[in-house]
Antibody
Framework: QVQLVQSGAEVKKPGASVKVSCKASGNTFTSYVISWVRQAPGQGLEWMGWISADNGNTNYVQNLQGRVTMTTDTSTNTAYMELRSLRSADTAVYYC?????????WGQGTTVTVSS | EIVLTQSPGTLSLSPGERATLSCRASQSVSSSYLAWYQQKPGQAPRLLIYGASSRATGIPDRFSGSGFGTDFTLTISRLEPEDFAVYYCQQYGSPITFGQGTRLEIK
């Protein structure tokens, strides 16, 4: 059974960067496409982008281009999402999810709080 | 970018009733790429339906999806207490977009 386990909550100051990890169980990580989705407090779901674990190809949402970088480490079955130049509007729960016939497996979420 | 509009914003029903949730797209969506999710407070979303009408693993058969083109529907045939939650539609073409959600609350 595939599981995605994310890193713990983060508190950052405006202008800082955050890097969230998402570790996958199982032996087929290189076949995964990992999406990142965020949810601001009381709001809906916002897709941020995806990364293909086998070749590192990425596709980012236009309004985050230049601030977000998604990477994978196939030696540890881990995906990463780094967001730079944080602002208060980036305060949200960040989820990773496997993109396979929809997003069929989700991490538990990582709360990122941006506050001075 | 395809904009998905869900209606109603809030649906108030009683256990045992039938729920019908709508998702309308700003342009045609390939049925292969339309999904529905359920989210409860403090939890990650859960995939219910993919490909517009296929149930995900472990999803009860009271959940069904239908539609094509720009109009899609999620139907819950007989509401159970655990079904009261927020539901999102999603199209997973490029770029991926979500609807704004429908809150299903107990009447």
């Amino acid at each position: 059974q595939v599981q995605l386990v994310q890193s713990g909550a983060e508190v950052k100051k405006p202008g800082a960067s955050v890097k969230v990890s998402c570790k996958a169980s199982g032996n087929t990580f290189t076949s995964y496409v990992i999406s990142w989705v965020r949810q601001a407090p009381g709001q809906g779901l916002e897709w941020m982008g995806w990364i293909s674990a086998d070749n590192g190809n990425t596709n980012y949402v236009q309004n985050l281009q230049g601030r977000v970088t998604m990477t994978t480490d196939t030696s540890t079955n881990t995906a990463y999402m780094e967001l730079r130049s944080l602002r208060s509007a980036d305060t949200a729960v960040y989820y990773c999810a496997r993109l396979k016939r929809g997003m069929d497996v989700w991490g538990q979420g990582t709360t990122v709080t941006v506050s001075s | 970018e395809i904009v998905l509009t869900q209606s109603p914003g809030t649906l108030s029903l009683s256990p045992g009733e039938r729920a019908t949730l709508s998702c309308r797209a700003s342009q045609s969506v390939s049925s292969s790429y339309l999904a529905w999710y359920q989210q409860k407070p403090g939890q990650a979303p859960r995939l219910l339906i993919y490909g517009a009408s296929s149930r995900a693993t472990g999803i009860p058969d009271r959940f069904s999806g239908s539609g094509f083109g720009t109009d899609f529907t999620l139907t819950i045939s007989r509401l159970e207490p655990e079904d009261f939650a927020v539901y999102y539609c999603q199209q997973y073409g490029s770029p991926i977009t979500f609807g704004q959600g429908t809150r299903l609350e107990i009447k």
